[in-house]
C-alpha cells in the first residue's frame, strides 16, 4: 500500500543552488538529491509493509533517527534534519518560514572513486582493504548496544517470523526468476536449517552476540578514505537492524560474493571472526548469507514489478533479482576451496604467527591463534601481557590444556562449515598435535603441520626485539630456554602431513613453497 507520491520534482527548486545542477537518484523508500556538496533525502510518503512513512511525522521520526544512528559509522556526514517550506505562493524551499510540506536528512557528499563497490569494479578493493572494513565493524559492534530488548530479535521464533515474511512477500514472484524446483528448495533449505539448529540461535543469543547493529551493511555504503566510512544503516525499524552481528557481517560478506569474489567474502569473514574472536559465526554464517541474499533478491523484484520507476531500473531490478535469488540458493553449497586443518607451530619467535597468517591470506580462511584465545578465556584484551613464569598461572599446563581444547574447538565450528581453517599454536607435544589431527580426520579434512624453525640465537634475537616493540604473543626471552627444552620433536606424522619452514630465508620462499602444498586461491582473484 502507498499513499499517492508527491512528485520529487516538487522537491528539485527547494533544494537547488543558485552554481549547482540537482541529480536525482530512488530507491524503493527514498528520493536523494546530489547538489554539489550536499546530499539531502526525502522519504518517499509508503507503506511497504515493513517501513510506513506514509505521515509526516512518521517521516519525521525516520529522518531523526536516520541522522542519529549513522552518527555511530559515519562522524561527521549526517548534518541533520532539514524542513522543506512552502511559501503562501507555493515556492518550496530549504529553511526559512512557511508550511512544513516534508524533511530531509542533509549530508555531505561522499566521491563514488572510494566507494567499495566501485573499488570492487575497477579491481582496486584489495585484501588490505576487506581487513580493514572487517576490523572496523568488529570494533563497531563491540560498541553496539546489547540489551533484552535487542537479544529477543535473535531468537530462532524473531529469526523465523521475518524468514516467512520474506517468503510471503515474494510469493509467486520468486517462480520468475528461480525453476520451481530451485525455489522450493531455497525455502525448504532454509526453513530446515533454522528449525533444525535451534540451539546454535539460542546459544548466539546467550553469547551476547545480538547487537543494535547496522542492518544494511553491503558495498555501496561502504566508504574506504581516510579510513573506514559506513553510511546508511536500517534507521526505520528496530526488528530490522537488531540482530546477530553475524547477520550484519553475512551481508557484506554475500554482497561480495555476488560480485563474483568469494575469496574477498571469505577474508572478510576470517579477519572479522579473529578480530571478534567469533569464530562461532561460522555455523550459522551460510544460513545468513542465505537469508541475506533473499532480502535483496525481494527488494529488486519488488523494484522490477513498480511502474513508478523507469524501465532502465525494473530492467536492472530484474537482473539483480535472479543473481541474489540464485546466491541465497546457492549459499548451503560448498566453498571452492575444500575444507583443511593447518596447523601452524614451533618454539618461541620461531615465526608461526607470521607463517600463519601469510597460510591465512592464502586460504582466506580464519586463523585460530592460542595467544588471543588464551587471553579470551581470561577476559584481557589481546595485546595485555602476562607476565607469568614458565609453566605457572595463565600457562599452567592445566589451563594450557584448556586452551588447546578450546583452540580445537573453534577449529571445528569452522572445518565443520565445509572451510580450511589455519591454527596458530606451538603444538609442542605429540598429544597436541594427535588432537589436532584427530579433529582434521572427523571432518574428513587433511591435516599439515607446518613447523617453523630457526637457530635459537635468531630466536632469542627476535625476542629481544618484540619486547622493545609489543605485540600479542607473551613469549620472552626469560621463559625461551625452559620452552625450548620441552619441545617434543616431531616424529609421528608422515612426511605428506609435516611440512618444516627455515624461517630464516625470505618469507616469499616459504610462501612459494606452501602453495605447492596446499590448495589456494588462484592468482586470478588477487587484488
Known amino acids: 500500500m502507498q499513499t499517492e507520491l508527491l512528485a520529487p520534482e516538487a522537491f528539485v527548486g527547494a533544494l537547488a543552488k543558485p552554481s549547482s545542477a540537482v541529480e536525482l537518484q530512488e530507491t524503493h523508500c527514498s ?80 566521491p563514488e572513486g572510494p566507494r567499495a563497490d566501485v573499488r570492487l569494479a575497477a579491481f582496486a ?13 568488529a570494533r563497531f559492534h563491540e560498541t553496539c548496544r546489547e540489551g533484552v530488548d535487542t537479544r529477543a530479535f535473535g531468537t530462532q521464533a524473531a529469526i523465523e517470523r521475518n524468514m516467512e515474511e520474506n517468503f510471503a512477500a515474494t510469493g509467486p514472484l520468486l517462480h520468475k526468476y528461480l525453476r520451481a524446483d530451485e525455489a522450493d528448495e531455497l525455502v525448504r533449505w532454509q526453513r530446515a536449517f533454522l528449525r533444525g539448529h535451534g540451539e546454535l540461535f539460542e546459544r548466539r543469543v546467550e553469547e551476547r552476540r545480538v547487537r543494535d547493529g547496522h542492518g544494511d551493511l553491503r558495498l555501496e555504503h561502504v566508504y574506504l578514505r581516510d579510513g573506514v566510512t559506513i553510511i546508511d544503516c536500517i534507521e526505520f525499524s528496530d526488528r530490522f537492524r537488531f540482530g546477530d552481528v553475524c547477520s550484519d ?17 571469505e577474508r572478510l569473514l576470517a579477519t572479522y571472526a579473529r578480530e571478534s574472536q567469533d569464530f562461532d559465526l561460522y555455523a550459522v554464517v551460510d544460513f545468513y548469507e542465505s537469508y541475506r541474499a533473499f532480502v535483496r533478491g525481494k527488494i529488486s523484484a519488488m523494484l522490477a514489478e513498480d511502474p513508478s520507476m523507469s524501465h532502465e531500473v525494473r530492467a536492472q531490478s530484474a537482473r539483480d533479482a ?133 637457530p635459537p640465537d635468531v630466536c632469542r634475537a627476535r625476542l629481544e626485539v618484540r619486547e622493545r616493540t609489543g605485540g600479542v604473543s607473551d613469549g620472552r626471552l626469560a621463559i625461551f630456554d625452559s620452552f625450548d627444552a620441552r619441545f617434543e620433536p616431531v616424529a609421528e606424522l608422515a612426511k605428506t602431513e609435516h611440512t618444516v619452514l627455515d624461517t630464516t630465508r625470505p618469507v616469499e620462499l616459504s610462501i612459494d613453497r606452501l602453495r605447492t602444498t596446499l590448495d589456494v586461491w588462484p592468482k586470478r582473484f588477487a587484488g
Open 31 to 110: 528520493w536523494v538529491f546530489l547538489v554539489g556538496e550536499d546530499v539531502f533525502k526525502v522519504k518517499k510518503p509508503v507503506d511497504l509493509g515493513f517501513l510506513d512513512f506514509r505521515t509526516l511525522a512518521q517521516r519525521l521520526v525516520a529522518c531523526q533517527a536516520e541522522v542519529s544512528l549513522n552518527s555511530r559509522l559515519a562522524d561527521g556526514i549526517y548534518l541533520g534534519v532539514v524542513p522543506i517550506r512552502c511559501e503562501p505562493g507555493g515556492h518550496a524551499h530549504v529553511g526559512g518560514s512557511g508550511e512544513i510540506i516534508d524533511y530531509a536528512v542533509h549530508m555531505r557528499r561522499l
Open 249 to 265: 557481517i553475512a551481508f557484506l560478506s554475500m554482497d561480495l560474493a555476488a560480485h563474483g569474489r568469494t575469496d574477498l567474502a
Open 125 to 137: 578493493l584489495t585484501a588490505a582493504m576487506v581487513d580493514e572494513i572487517a576490523t572496523k565493524v
Open 322 to 454: 535472479r543473481r541474489y535469488f540464485s546466491l541465497a540458493l546457492a549459499a548451503d553449497r560448498r566453498s571452492l576451496l575444500l575444507p583443511a586443518f593447518v596447523a601452524v607451530g614451533g618454539v618461541l619467535a620461531s615465526g608461526k604467527s607470521t607463517i600463519a597468517s601469510l597460510v591465512g591470506e592464502e586460504l582466506s580462511a580464519p586463523v585460530v591463534d592460542a595467544d588471543r584465545t588464551r587471553k579470551g578465556m581470561l577476559g584481557v584484551a589481546p595485546t595485555e601481557k602476562l607476565s607469568d613464569a614458565a609453566w605457572q598461572g595463565a600457562y599452567d599446563p592445566a589451563f594450557t590444556e584448556a586452551v588447546y581444547k578450546e583452540v580445537c574447538r573453534r577449529a571445528g565450528v569452522v572445518l565443520a562449515s565445509g572451510r580450511p581453517v589455519v591454527v596458530d599454536a606451538s603444538f609442542r607435544a605429540r598429544s597436541m598435535r594427535s588432537d589436532a589431527r584427530d579433529l582434521a580426520i572427523l571432518h574428513g579434512a587433511p591435516f599439515r603441520l607446518v613447523e617453523c624453525r630457526a
